[in-house]
């Protein structure tokens, strides 16, 4: 039997207007209403004083503005971006350092933003998070973001408003550690990003296209389409159901959907989105990036994905890599012919390199399209835009098969509070849900996961749907359970139980929601709130 799997695109999960501060609301327990920490309060600036500073201030700019970009091979898009390039300059520190950054708002038609940082532990009030812990920062206005970084890693910094990132808004962020225990010779920051903006369409026609579902037709459960019968698509191959469901009485377009992708990785549906390109660090295969260096040379390959509704498999063609760390934090060094990586989650890997030109592969998993760029240390041709280095087929490595290094495990200790984060919805709908409620960006804290500061927390992650959900919590990072990865964004399987624990030290309130954005746009965001 014939199944249509579809699903969403992109990050950027929420709303454009509203007030920063919420005093009080219901608790998850639905008892009493509890009074919650001000993410500008005095708990948060007493957090943010115990962070141990180096007394540097870095100073940046960020000017989100429309841009037509280059994305190589004589193709050009008419996109947002900062400062006119996808990915934005990389910002750099070290950890310790205060950063200083200024969003100049400069897009069009009173296009509100914000500039969120991705997996740092900063202080509430910096989140960059509309209407939780600030206003939007309207069309012709500036805001300096300013916070103490203190912990060194690979993040990334994107808006959290609508979906913009899949716009282009978004620029690698490396904070370094004075005390590096690595040994290598050089850097390369890699970043991934499936795209669609001023070439095929706009995210919002994508999100606008995935906000009709299915067009009202039944689907039910094991049809890949989040629980929902699809007894009447039975016997049409793909082509048929793409036609049907793009016809006027379907009263549906399939301009952006992506039929029939699957991941055995993912556990089936690998995603929704029909991306006319792949890019790695802003270039499509045809007319890729390119890293210059020389044989046996050691490099620090920093990969980031910030896609919007896809996952990659990531490989170096002739090359094993070394894994050191997932989302800024140090795991037992493993190796790996390739990794899977998804939205919003971040990987480090050392390479020895080799003597000639070699693709860096990024297979958009289950959907047959590629990204690539090219390592090359010698003379030679360069390889097909469309080659499959065998390495993708080699021993691929998952945040599941990672154990987290000594020195950052989260001490054995009984758990004081755990928090049932049940991830429902799919495609007939779109309804994408956490416990079984779409986000509520009028009233964002009228159902909170409440924590109090010092308590151990366990969130265990139940995915009822047949869709896989890259889980992200703002400011801490959880460790999967049984001694695994420190991460900020984890990978919850379709049908699947996932439980991670984290320490409850940063307080104010934090948004945890899926890094696909279309599901985090319609409502798979939940509000993890610390006490007063």
């Known amino acids: 039997m014939n199944s249509i799997h579809r699903r969403s695109v992109l990050l950027a999960g929420l709303g454009a207007a509203g007030a920063g501060t919420l005093a009080a609301c219901t608790s998850d327990s639905g008892t009493a209403p509890a009074a919650l920490v001000d993410p500008s309060g005095p708990a948060v600036a007493a957090a943010e004083k115990r962070r141990k500073g180096t007394?540097?201030?870095?100073?940046?700019?960020?000017?989100?503005?429309?841009?037509?970009?280059?994305?190589?091979?004589?193709?050009?898009?008419?996109?947002?971006a900062f400062s006119g390039r996808a990915p934005g300059q990389e910002i750099r520190l070290t950890a310790g350092d205060t950063l200083a950054a200024e969003l100049s708002n400069q897009l069009p038609d009173r296009t509100a933003t914000s500039l969120h940082w991705h997996g740092i532990a900063l202080r509430n009030d910096m989140d960059g998070v509309p209407p939780v812990t600030q206003r939007t920062v309207r069309a012709g206005a500036n805001l300096t973001y300013r916070f103490i970084a203190d912990a060194p890693g690979t993040y990334f910094v994107h808006p959290h408003v609508g979906v913009q990132l899949d716009r282009?808004?978004?620029?690698?962020?490396?904070?370094?550690?004075?005390?590096?225990?690595?040994?290598?010779?050089?850097?390369?920051?890699?970043?991934?990003?499936?795209?669609?903006?001023?070439?095929?369409?706009?995210?919002?026609?994508?999100?606008?296209?995935?906000?009709?579902?299915?067009?009202?037709?039944?689907?039910?459960?094991?049809?890949?389409?989040?629980?929902?019968?699809?007894?009447?698509?039975?016997?049409?191959?793909?082509?048929?159901?793409?036609?049907?469901?793009?016809?006027?009485?379907?009263?549906?377009?399939?301009?952006?959907?992506?039929?029939?992708?699957e991941s055995a990785l993912l556990g089936g549906d690998a995603g929704d989105v029909r991306y006319p390109y792949h890019l790695v660090n802003g270039r499509v295969p045809a007319d890729p990036d390119v890293y210059r260096g020389r044989p046996g040379q050691r490099v620090r390959l920093r990969l980031i994905n910030a896609g919007g509704d896809t996952a990659y498999r990531v490989a170096l063609g002739g090359h094993r890599m070394t894994v050191t760390h997932t989302d800024g934090f140090p795991v037992e060094h493993q190796q790996a012919d390739a990794l899977l990586i998804g939205m919003g989650e971040r990987y480090d890997v050392l390479v020895t390199l080799g003597d000639g030109v070699f693709p860096l592969v990024a297979l958009a998993e289950g959907k047959d399209a590629t990204g690539m760029a090219l390592v090359r240390t010698g003379p030679g041709a360069a390889p097909r835009a469309t080659v499959r280095p065998k390495e993708?087929?080699?021993?691929?490595?998952?945040?599941?098969?990672?154990?987290?290094?000594?020195?950052?495990?989260?001490?054995?200790?009984?758990?004081?509070?755990?928090?049932?984060?049940?991830?429902?919805?799919?495609?007939?709908?779109?309804?994408?849900t956490v416990n079984g409620r779409p986000f509520d960006m009028d009233d964002p804290a009228a159902h909170p996961l409440t924590v109090e500061e010092g308590q151990r927390v366990r969130l265990d992650f139940v995915n009822t749907t047949s869709m896989w959900h890259p889980m992200h919590l703002h400011g801490h990072t959880y460790q999967l359970d049984g001694g695994g990865p420190r991460k900020d964004t984890a990978v919850v399987l379709p049908k699947r139980k996932l439980s991670v624990v984290f320490d409850a030290d940063n307080p104010g309130q934090w948004m945890l929601h899926c890094h696909n954005a279309y599901h985090a746009e319609v409502g798979m965001m939940a509000l993890v709130a610390y006490r007063g």
């Open 55 to 80: 007394g540097r201030t870095h100073q940046v700019t960020l000017t989100a503005a429309p841009a037509v970009l280059d994305l190589g091979a004589g193709i050009t898009a008419r996109s947002w």
């Open 168 to 261: 282009g808004l978004y620029a690698p962020l490396i904070v370094e550690d004075p005390r590096e225990p690595l040994s290598y010779d050089d850097e390369w920051v890699v970043v991934l990003d499936d795209w669609v903006d001023g070439v095929t369409g706009t995210p919002d026609e994508v999100l606008a296209e995935l906000r009709h579902g299915m067009g009202g037709m039944d689907m039910g459960d094991g049809s890949g389409s989040g629980g929902h019968d699809m007894s009447g698509m039975d016997g049409m191959d793909m082509g048929e159901a793409a036609e049907a469901s793009s016809s006027p009485s379907g009263g549906m377009s399939t301009r952006f959907m992506l039929m029939g992708a």
């Open 392 to 432: 993708l087929d080699g021993r691929i490595l998952t945040a599941s098969r990672l154990r987290a290094a000594d020195d950052v495990r989260l001490a054995s200790r009984k758990e004081d509070r755990v928090l049932r984060v049940e991830l429902r919805g799919g495609m007939a709908m779109y309804d994408w």
